[in-house]
């Protein structure tokens, strides 16, 4: 089988901000990924992860695309070997025509993941872009995509099946409606990525657009995901996330939790979650971000991302975990390559 493994961020697609973003997103000013340094590390790590998962899995072509501004990194990529000896194929990307090799790898290849930030809508395009090339997927399902992209989306249905998220708001042109206590807040991009734009709100925020305004839980940040294949999601080892940047809110780096009574709330929080969200047609790597609180009752959901999260570096370093579903695999290349399959 041949997969395409495309990370829109180092695989070409660097300068697509500028060409989609709008007034909504308020981050009209990102016209390059580039510009955003560990949006560009965390990416380049998230592919290489999967170019070793993928190159190590029985009978597997692995096809990846990288930035030409990225030589070096392509170099190392082509590099990688398996014990059969293969190596993936790496094809540069010329930023300023991104879909070019994008649709042929997507038309050439059995199965194509995706891994583009929600930013101004563009995994749903990218994945759009794909399906029309004649490709194939082995990712989120668009009713899943919808959640993942759309925050507003997300607390409406979170709302709806009694799922515990913060107290949120909007903020249209600087005025803001909705159950938010303004005095302990931030705001977000309601289309956004990475922490990218997030910032509290009695910082300078803006007053044009439209923004989510959520209440600030106090706790601790980490991330849970599942590889969903056709018997359902299994649930992988939390990661607790370590937060920085410009505003404190982007993603720095993650570690694999070791606290049972935090593993034990994290994954009752994320079967819940994961019980509700519409998964028949997704297959793959889905992640949730959450809050464990100061109390259990406290621990709330983030947001979901709809394709593989930056945690995929954690989680791939172990051979072997003990699952929330003790009749599971417990090996993450099994589980890939379940879901790969279709079985």
Known sequence: MRVYLYEMVSGGGAFLPAAVTNGDTCLAELGDFHQVPNLIADGSQMLEQLVRLFLNLPDFEVWISVDSRLKSFGEHLQAITNSAGASPMVLFADPTTPWAVFEECCRGADRSILVAPELANLLEIAVGKCLIAGGKMLGADKKL??????????????????????????LVDGEISGGVDLVNAICKPVMGTGGVGVRLLDDDFPHVGSWLVENVVPGKSVSVAAIVTA??????PPCYQSLGGEFGFEFQ?????????????????????????????SRGWIGLDLILGEESDKDVLIEVNPRITSTIE????LAEFVPFQSDKSTNLSELMLAAAIGK
């Open 145 to 170: 995509r919808k959640l993942g992209i759309n925050k507003v989306a997300l607390h409406r249905w979170a709302e709806e099946h009694h799922v515990e998220m913060p107290a949120w708001g909007l």
């Open 231 to 236: 018997e359902g999601p299994v649930l992988l």
């Open 253 to 281: 780096d993650g570690a694999v939790m070791k606290d049972p009574v935090h593993i034990e709330r994290t994954w009752r929080l994320a079967h819940k979650v994961f019980s509700k969200l519409p998964l028949e047609e």
């Open 314 to 317: 954690a989680v791939a370093s």
